[in-house]
């Protein structure tokens, strides 16, 4: 779901709300949640690498995956690839994970980048 909107029209508040609400309680799908700053210099490649590590906090297979990957491929962390990234990182782990139900994960402000 992609929310947007004008400056100060409650994105973040709506962002911040729905990540609380599904770390918490019966829900417990939220997978990770990235919130950019403008204050925080901060690259695109940064959330690529937060949810991964959240990815593999969240679940054991993805993590073992995850792992794997980054032990055959240590040149990740230095590659300016984004798309190299998340195929690596997200993608390719989660291939090989098995998740039962939905996984959120909410970025906030991706603009702010």
Do not use: Y
């Amino acid at each position: 779901f992609w929310l947007r909107g004008h400056a100060g029209s409650g994105k973040s508040a709506l962002a911040t709300t729905i990540a609380r609400h599904f770390d918490t309680g019966n829900e417990r799908c939220l997978g990770s949640s990235f919130f950019f700053d403008k204050a925080i210099p901060r690259r695109a490649r940064d959330v690529l690498w937060k949810i991964s590590r959240d990815l593999a906090g969240f679940n054991p297979l993805f993590r073992k995956a995850l792992v794997g990957i980054l032990t055959a491929q240590p040149d990740l962390k230095e590659t300016s690839s984004i798309s190299r990234q998340f195929e690596k990182l997200i993608l390719e782990p989660a291939r090989m994970a098995s998740f039962s139900g939905s996984i959120l994960i909410v970025i906030d402000a991706l603009d702010e980048c």
